[in-house]
């Protein structure tokens, strides 16, 4: 089965950039979307096929996949940021949804 | 605007069985493939399973720890989405969520709803 690794954890001071990896075998051959969640809520869609933003995302979240690992990159961190993100893809050789483990971001 | 909202949680002994329900609004119902998607408390998200419309085939997928136990089905003249869960173990711990968008993506999701299957 397909497999997304995901860092437990990283850490950004206030206003730095934030870069949360997301790897996979060839995985720049697949849409990888990403979602935000904060404690006690339901995540939230924040990058979808790659690159896009849904409506009412800030234009500081921004995506980027290639080879074998995709990046969620956060500019300019704030405070509220503070959250565990997911990345997700659909592997079509099994057709099951896969989702990496998670990344806690801590604003420090 | 759209809503989904999961009901049906609540506590269960091991081997015991739960159907969870999503009710939809604010998009056609009948065109969305679904998922539901689970996080065991303090874990990460784990996809569940996945159906599609119907004018799509109907297909039902599910995740290698579900499989043979959980059944997603769909009443579309009620907007509503139904996970029957079966032989249940602690492993199943979980809050359940509902899931749909465009894609391989979930743009929406529930509020969940919590099963706690306790022996």
């Known amino acids: 089965s397909y497999v997304l690794t995901q860092p437990p954890s990283v850490s950004v001071a206030p206003g730095q950039t934030a870069r949360i990896t997301c790897g996979g075998n060839?995985?720049?051959?697949?849409?990888v979307h990403w979602y935000q969640q904060k404690p006690g809520q339901a995540p939230v869609l924040v990058v979808y096929d790659d690159s896009d933003r849904p409506s009412g995302i800030p234009e500081r979240f921004s995506g980027s996949n290639s080879g074998n690992t995709a990046t969620l990159t956060i500019s300019r961190v704030e405070a509220g940021d503070e959250a565990d993100y997911y990345c997700q893809v659909w592997d079509g050789s099994s057709d099951h949804v896969v989702f990496g483990g998670g990344t806690k971001l801590t604003v420090l | 605007e759209v809503q989904l909202v999961e009901s049906g949680g609540g506590l269960v002994k091991p081997g015991g069985s739960l159907r969870l329900s999503c009710a939809a609004s604010?998009?056609?119902?009948?065109?969305?493939?679904m998922n539901w998607v689970r996080q065991a408390p303090g874990k990460g998200l784990e996809w569940v399973g996945r159906i599609q419309s119907k004018t799509d085939g109907g297909t039902t997928t599910y995740a290698a720890p579900v499989e043979g136990r959980f059944t997603i089905s769909r009443d579309d003249s009620k907007s509503t989405l139904h996970l029957q869960m079966n032989s249940l173990n602690t492993e199943d711990t979980a809050m359940y969520y509902c899931?749909?968008?465009?894609?391989?993506?979930?743009?929406?999701w529930g509020q969940g709803t919590l099963v706690t299957v306790y022996s």
């Open positions: 899931t749909t968008g465009s894609g391989s993506q979930s743009y929406y």
């Open positions: 604010g998009f056609t119902f009948s065109n969305a493939w």
């Open positions: 060839n995985i720049g051959s697949k849409s």
